[in-house]
């Protein structure tokens, strides 16, 4: 074997003054992979049954449950050392447990990400037959391509209340055996004048109807005979007549499972990563951590697909009453509590793709398996819409990311003026919190079936690990 020559100066030089994105597979140890794999197993397990926003609180709040929290409301009696969750509406939540730290020096540790995803949602009024086929209409809810979303199975996830209150959950497309749904599109055949349109042009949104049923009802005297059979079916299991859909949040979403991706298992394929595949790691790293002296809250918020609205979105007062509740349960001052807080804004980031390179600026671009990747400043053109993160506090987050080892990078969304996007980062800081966005680099983004890094999982979980402790 040849003996390895020794480094020149310039060598030298050049490791210590050069900044290098580094691959979480080539700086890891076997045993910190081995803990990425069985990492990874828990996350697909929560995406596949949180396919919804409902869906993934109801998760999370069990898991807070098994962790040893318990339920709180707004203005009950507080103390150091609870841990506490607190149900918003069912379609957000917060998990947070109070430490014996000085809050008005220290402040609170926040970990925020969304838990809502596109998808296609079911109109009030939506059942109609039509050539011997049954449809719902739907509104699509947050930034698709709607070509996407046709010729593949779907699953219908929601609730209904009926007319005298009752909440009836709906699951349908998921199980083996279940029935599926659908989305026509047109045959090649006949598709010459689709084909020779804008891409976001060759499926309207009226177009996008879901196909739920086929068979007639088997009576000569009734005029839709197939909407009638469609509705014997959902009044025999769930009550519902066609008037309950007035009062039903329904949603079709994509009937696929979480899958390894790779010869080499390396990746998630799921419905979803944006951003449960950052809400995940927020949840696990304020569950797991043991520590008695900080106080910590993952915020698991609703409605950022559509501009963080309502009482669930992350521009509810909602959450600032929270930190108010904690801040005077503890005798402390809310206002300095706030300024003496620090968040990590958990959402996806564009993920660099040599298919489609002329959209990315590489240089400042996350690559996929590099790990977590912090976006100082997300919005579009000039930074429009954006929080921009300080110096002071990205520095901050730096060192501590480098003291305990943690795999990170950084990241914009895209080329300037390609285009862009925003988060819930600006609606924290606005609180006057120092805030950075923080999350796993996603390929295919908004698609039905998107592609993460289980190491960018994991490395996010760790980085929101050693933040909250």
Request: charged residues 25%; hydrophobic residues 35%; negative net charge.
């Amino acid at each position: 074997m040849a003996e390895e020559k020794e480094k020149t100066q310039g060598q030298l030089l050049e490791e210590k003054l050069l900044y290098k994105k580094k691959n979480f597979f080539e700086i890891s140890s076997k045993e910190e992979i081995d803990q990425m794999y069985e990492y990874a197993k828990g996350y697909m397990a929560y995406l596949d049954a949180g396919k919804t926003e409902r869906e993934a609180v109801a998760v999370a709040i069990e898991m807070a449950k098994k962790a040893g929290y318990t339920e709180y409301k707004l203005g009950d009696a507080l103390k150091a050392g609870d841990k506490k969750y607190f149900n918003n509406r069912d379609k957000s939540v917060a998990v947070f447990k109070l430490g014996t730290n000085d809050l008005e020096k220290d402040g609170v540790r926040i970990v925020a990400a969304h838990v809502d995803a596109p998808r296609i949602d079911i109109k009030q009024n939506p059942l109609y037959e039509d050539s011997g086929m049954c449809f719902l209409k739907t509104h699509y809810y947050g930034g698709i391509k709607k070509y996407q979303w046709t010729a593949i199975p779907l699953a219908l996830h929601g609730v209904v209340v009926l007319a005298d209150g009752t909440r009836k959950e709906v699951k349908v497309g998921d199980q083996p055996g279940d029935p599926v749904f659908y989305i026509n599109d047109i045959l090649p055949h006949l598709g010459r004048e689709q084909a020779q349109k804008p891409l976001g042009q060759a499926i309207a949104g009226e177009d996008l109807n879901v196909l739920v049923g086929g068979l007639p009802y088997a009576d000569e005297n009734v005029k839709e005979k197939i909407k009638l059979s469609v509705l014997s079916i959902l009044n025999e299991k769930y009550g519902m007549t066609e008037e309950d859909f007035l009062s039903a949040e329904l949603s079709a979403v994509p009937a696929f499972d979480a899958r390894d991706v790779g010869f080499d298992r390396a990746l998630i394929g799921a419905y979803g990563h944006d951003d449960r595949v950052c809400s995940y790691p927020a949840l696990t790293a304020v569950l797991d951590d043991n520590g008695t002296e900080r106080t910590s809250i993952c915020l698991l918020v609703d409605k950022e697909e559509i501009g963080s609205e309502g009482n669930t979105g992350a521009q509810c007062d909602v959450y600032n009453d929270l930190i108010t509740c904690i801040s005077k349960a503890l005798g402390c001052n809310e206002i300095k509590v706030r300024a003496a807080s620090k968040c990590l804004s958990s959402d996806v980031t564009a993920c660099y793709d040599p298919n489609f390179a002329g959209v990315f600026e590489k240089k400042n671009s996350a690559i996929l398996s590099c790990g977590t990747a912090m976006c100082k400043f997300t919005g579009s053109g000039g930074k429009g819409g954006s929080s921009d993160a300080s110096a002071e506090f990205v520095g901050e987050v730096r060192k501590l990311f480098a003291e305990n080892n943690v795999c990170w990078q950084t990241s914009e969304l895209g080329r300037v003026d390609a285009g862009g996007g925003g988060t819930i980062a600006k609606y924290v800081a606005k609180l006057n919190i120092d805030t950075v966005d923080m999350g796993v680099p996603v390929i295919s983004m908004h698609a039905p079936y998107e592609l993460v890094s289980k190491a960018d999982v994991y490395s996010t979980y760790k980085a929101f690990a050693v933040f909250v402790k």
